[in-house]
């Protein structure tokens, strides 16, 4: 591999590798069957993958559409442009539709379903037929919610707080609910798979310490996916049940505690951030080496971290409940343990910088996705210790800095990091290269527009505008406008990639098995990959991050 | 009124406890700096530094890696628990309040607050108190979950429908300041926000006993109509349910099914929110139960009676307030102020 | 990777596993199929487990009113269907060893009777419920009479006695039909040789619900009487 000399420029110009002749190939994964049938009832998980692709994208513009609206609205303070209930239900969607339908899916269901068999050299995942399953399942929750919030309207926010949701809201909040259910056992079913397969399926040789962090990363949500989730479902049977037949648990007039769903509700969703970070970092983790060529610092802290995070997300979830009554010592003791995550986020962020210095860079796409990633992640990381720190959440709590932290999480990490894996493994998912000068285009329309629309946001949150106000004072305007102008651009820097991706799908160059001269099994195999991924079995390296240009493995005396 | 900046970029402090949440965020701020900023140097040098094709030593050092893992993981980690510290000491001084603090009962209701000052004086929305006194907010909810949220003080806490929870203050800066819900609670949740009035001693105790309170009377009126509902019906705002205006419904005389002509005074008014069933309205015998076609209704035909009571569903104080404001509604009836 | 146990020539064994394609030795098929089942039982103790923790803090806050609710259960009901289930996985894990020893005509017997047992559960449920409908002790019917109205939380107790059964119940009801399912394959001969490993592994679950209904008789019934 003699790539490290190469100069910067055009991904191919540099390719040392022979594309092969895809036309010649007509077997690859893709082109082996072409029915609608092969396609909807196929069990091979790179289908399965693509599937998923298509349908959170379709959420993701539905997510934001109503984001648009909603930034719509707060153009002008007095609500002239939409009345109160509008906005409520506009602002549902977004929440209901990103949180739910498109960030929890996001990376594990697309890239988790198409890499981690070919990341461990596997045919395909433990149970393929139930992975088709998970995908219908999802449909059919997302179904119910779409019908319910997009033409129904529903306006409780994607919270769904009780007695709000169950007692006072007139909207179709249970055909919402339900929807929400049955997507949850979408998650438990793809996390029980990707948990099965990343124990039993792995290629001889493929020890857990030779996994890319990818994989380690998406084993510590699957966990999340196996631990969390039935705790939501069945705290979201529960409202069902309340809201249908006033069963009473959260209902203070027959006993019932209205604080005991938020307690359920977040302790799922709490560690549901992670289920979200995680499988960002595991993408930022392989892009962050292939474009340096050089190996990932400190590979076993990493993953350490994926497991970290993955534990201690279960013990927060009371930050945010400290200005709903709970007890002052609940409260300090999840200030504590709140900051506590600060630690294995930390060695994330440190260990890519590290991996960085004294690399060999290559600023393509896939890298700048990656490095917007970091810089946003860190700032929306520490805001989250802002919040964590138990006075000054008295004030910023439940405002617009609550708003900004999240969505520079949410976007900035997850967003982020979708992107620059989907551009990263995008001529390994499709056989074709997307257009470079595009791409850095549109990576930096996005860092830009995602700024200009939430950093204001912060300061917002700070002068006391609370969050998910349709109406507010005058004195905020200036900032919500120049909010909603960033929103533009954000909103152009998201419509470039669907354009150009698309098109190099027909008129885009050949892709090669390792345009990027990346490490990793899922390089070793051609680009479409055959149907059951590979040739043979599969030659595991000694090492993972097998870069030329080596960083020490750190805390231990392995090689 | 305020004088409010198109642009503000520190909010107004009016408690010492709020200067110290402003160094406490300040302080984090300085440290987020210094953990964040040289990262961020560091990784666009490294990326310029160490881009493909420039010549740069590459050289990699198998030392001391265990350590700097070590360090980077605790440093940060034990800074910011300087933090924790501080904002916990501040929080928990927040949650005990001073014995001789006045206490302030608050109700957050679909979409109102109403304060009632110990004195027993009550107020909707908007809130007068003393500066250099301890107030202490006993606050619970009639609904749904809201949050009084009090920006000026850096204070916030939720109304919790099934019991009881209190923060405390003490103010030491006058002027008029905002306050919100900031928990979401329904439809009209950014329009459930108030005024925080801080003033001296003297002037709090002048505008107690000089029926302050009066002086916003109307618009407390205009809240409350909102909130027990009266203007989804009477003001055609839901759609399908129709009842009379009552616009100009003051002073008019009233036809009533039975053929007697009441003139709609402060006491019929009263007397037709706590029992609508009785003195049933003329021009609408059709309908079943009898109709209600008070002020201009009786030309428009029949108004089915589906007017709950209110009887022991709105306190004194806010039916007087409601009774004063449709005493007024014909000069206030369009564009009235919320 | 444990090695490849059985199955490496199924003809000349009553007992094995067909490998699936995707799978490289039958011995990781086991494996996967059992982690997987362990995995999804996980997550379903996890769901009942916030179900009875909120059962037994009810307990804690309103322990007059639970006592009073609970006192309308029917307990002996409750403690037969307890013996009925204990039977039911007596007679599951009977099926397991038979097909592990490929006595596959016995072990459709067992699956059968299995499933017998836990219709007779539903049965025995079926009747509780409606002598609780009788006794004016369904309190989420909005048209009907509450027998103990003006202690509200009572409501709640028994209301989540319901949700607690009835999910119970349902996990039953599609675990027989699942059972009656594999039985009807399983009499087909040539069974044992390609499948012995869904009987295993159907096995876990049943022993499952089985489990539930243990944590879930002395936390609703007894515990409160």
Not at chain 1, 245 to 256: C, L, N, R, S
Not at chain 3, 161 to 169: I, K, N, Q, R
Request: glycine share 8%; with cysteine.
């Amino acid at each position: 591999m003699s790539s490290a000399g190469t100069l910067h420029g055009d991904a191919a110009a540099r390719d040392p590798h022979t594309p092969l002749p895809t036309l010649d190939r007509p077997d690859d994964y893709l082109h082996a069957q072409s029915t609608l049938r092969s396609w909807f009832l196929t069990t091979d998980h790179k289908r399965i993958a693509l599937l998923y692709l298509a349908s959170i994208t379709a959420f993701f513009v539905i997510g934001a559409v109503a984001a648009g609206f909603v930034r719509l609205a707060l153009v002008v303070p007095d609500g002239a442009i939409m009345t109160n209930d509008t906005y409520n239900k506009a602002f549902t969607i977004h929440g209901v539709v990103m949180v739910w339908f498109f960030l929890i899916p996001s990376i594990p269901a697309t890239f988790g379903n198409f890499l981690i068999p070919l990341m461990i050299g596997a045919k395909d995942l433990a149970f393929p037929k139930l992975n088709l399953t998970s995908w219908y399942i999802f449909m059919t929750g997302a179904l119910f919610t779409l019908v319910a919030v997009v033409l129904g309207g529903v306006d409780t926010g994607w919270t769904f707080y009780a007695p709000l949701s169950t007692a006072f809201s007139n909207t179709w909040v249970l055909p919402a609910l339900i929807g929400v259910t049955i997507v949850g056992f979408s998650s438990i079913l793809t996390g029980l798979n990707f948990v099965v397969t990343i124990h039993t399926m792995r290629a001889p040789g493929m020890t857990w310490f030779r996994l890319p962090i990818f994989v380690w990363t998406h084993y510590a949500t699957s966990l999340i996916f196996l631990l969390a989730t039935p705790v939501i479902t069945l705290a979201l049977i529960l409202l069902i049940a309340e809201r249908a037949f006033h069963v009473g648990v959260f209902d203070p007039a027959y006993g019932g505690d209205p604080v005991l769903f938020q307690h359920l509700f977040w302790f799922y969703s709490h560690p549901a951030v992670y289920i979200m970070v995680l499988p960002g970092m595991g993408v930022i983790s392989e892009i962050v080496p292939a474009f340096a060529q050089k190996k990932l610092f400190g590979y076993r802290f990493v993953a350490y971290a994926a497991i970290g995070l993955a534990s201690v997300t279960f013990f927060v979830w009371g930050h945010h409940m400290f200005v709903n009554g709970q007890s002052d010592l609940a409260s300090l003791a999840f200030s504590a343990l709140s900051f506590a995550v600060a630690v294995p986020s930390a060695v994330k962020v440190y260990n890519w910088t590290a991996t960085i210095h004294k690399g060999s860079l290559r600023l393509d796409t896939p890298m700048l996705y990656a490095m917007g990633y970091i810089g946003l992640f860190v700032l929306g990381g520490l805001t989250g210790l802002y919040l964590a720190t138990l006075a000054i959440n008295q004030h910023i709590h439940a405002t617009y800095f609550v708003v900004a932290h999240f969505h520079y999480i949410m976007v900035g990490g997850t967003v982020l990091a979708f992107l620059g894996g989907l551009h990263f493994w995008w001529p390994k998912i499709t056989g074709r290269m997307y257009s470079e000068p595009w791409g850095r285009i549109s990576a930096l329309f996005i860092f830009i527009g995602f700024n200009v629309t939430f950093f204001p946001q912060f300061i917002l949150g700070y002068l006391g505008m609370p969050r998910r106000y349709a109406t507010y004072p005058p004195e905020f305007q200036l900032l919500n406008v120049l909010s909603s102008a960033g929103s533009t651009i954000l909103a152009a820097g998201y419509l470039f990639p669907m354009v150009y991706l698309v098109y190099s799908l027909w008129f885009g160059r050949r892709a090669s098995a390792n345009p990027w001269d990346a490490k990793g099994l899922e390089w070793e195999t051609a680009s479409p990959p055959p149907p059951h991924n590979f040739a043979g079995v599969p030659q595991v390296p000694k090492v993972p991050y097998d870069y030329p240009i080596q960083a020490p493995e750190t805390g231990s005396h392995h090689t | 009124m305020k004088a409010q900046s198109a642009l503000a970029l520190w909010p107004p402090a009016a408690s010492a406890t709020a200067v110290e949440t402003d160094h406490i965020i300040l302080g984090f701020t300085v440290l987020t700096l210094l953990l964040t900023v040289p990262v961020f140097l560091a990784i666009t040098y490294f990326a310029l530094r160490y881009r493909q094709g420039e010549q740069a030593d590459r050289s990699t050092d198998e030392r001391r890696s265990f350590l700097i893992e070590i360090s980077w993981m605790l440093i940060p980690y034990v800074l910011t628990l300087f933090f924790f510290g501080w904002g916990a000491k501040l929080f928990i001084a927040s949650r005990h309040p001073p014995p001789d603090a006045m206490v302030v009962e608050a109700v957050g209701r679909q979409w109102m607050w109403k304060f009632q000052h110990p004195t027993g004086q009550s107020e909707i929305n908007d809130l007068h108190l003393p500066v250099d006194q301890p107030v202490r907010i006993r606050i619970t909810s009639q609904d749904v979950i809201h949050a009084l949220y009090l920006p000026a003080l850096r204070l916030q806490i939720a109304a919790l429908p099934d019991r009881t929870t209190e923060i405390w203050f003490k103010a030491d800066r006058t002027g008029t300041y905002r306050l919100y819900c900031s928990e979401y609670c329904g439809t009209d949740h950014s329009v459930m926000d108030g005024n925080l009035t801080l003033m001296t001693q003297a002037e709090y105790q002048e505008w107690l006993t000089h029926g302050g309170a009066q002086q916003s009377n109307l618009a407390a009126g205009r809240v409350i109509y909102e909130a027990y509902g009266c203007a989804g019906c009477h003001d055609g705002a839901v759609a399908g349910v129709k009842a009379p205006s009552l616009v100009g419904l003051y002073g008019r005389p009233v036809h009533l099914a039975d053929g007697r002509t009441l003139t709609a005074d402060a006491d019929y008014i009263r007397a037709k929110i706590l029992n609508p069933n009785e003195n049933r309205l003329a021009g609408d015998g059709e309908g079943e139960g009898g109709g209600q076609g008070g002020g201009k209704g009786s030309g428009k035909g029949g108004y089915k009676q589906v007017m709950p009571s209110f009887r022991g569903v709105i306190p004194a104080d806010d039916l007087d307030r409601l009774v004063g404001y449709l005493k007024a509604y014909d000069r206030v009836a369009e564009g009235a102020p919320r | 990777m444990s090695a490849d146990v059985t199955g490496a020539n199924p003809a000349a064994d009553p007992v094995g596993v067909t490998r699936a394609e995707h799978f490289a030795t039958v011995g990781q098929q086991r494996h996967a199929a059992t982690l997987g089942m362990w995995a999804w039982l996980l997550t379903e103790l996890l769901l009942f487990a916030g179900l009875f923790l909120t059962a037994l803090i009810l307990r804690l806050l309103h322990p007059e009113a639970v006592q009073a609710a609970a006192g309308h259960l029917k307990f002996w009901i409750g403690a037969t269907n307890t013996v009925v289930l204990l039977c039911s996985s007596l007679t599951m894990s009977a099926a397991i060893e038979l097909s592990r020893l490929g006595w596959q005509r016995m072990m459709v017997g067992c699956l059968l009777a299995t499933a017998s047992l836990g219709a007779l559960f539903l049965m025995l449920k079926g009747y509780e419920y409606y002598a609780d409908y009788e006794e004016h002790m369904m309190p989420f019917l909005a048209r009907r009479p509450y027998a103990l109205a003006e202690q509200p939380a009572t409501r709640l107790f028994v209301n989540l006695y319901y949700v607690a059964t009835a999910l119970h119940a349902l996990h039953l009801f599609t675990g027989i039909a699942i059972l009656l399912g594999i039985t009807w394959k399983a009499s087909r001969p040539g069974f044992l040789q390609r499948h012995q490993n869904w009987i295993e592994v159907y096995g876990l679950y049943w022993h499952f619900i089985d489990l539930i209904w243990i944590i879930a008789f002395p936390v609703l019934y007894v515990v409160n009487r």
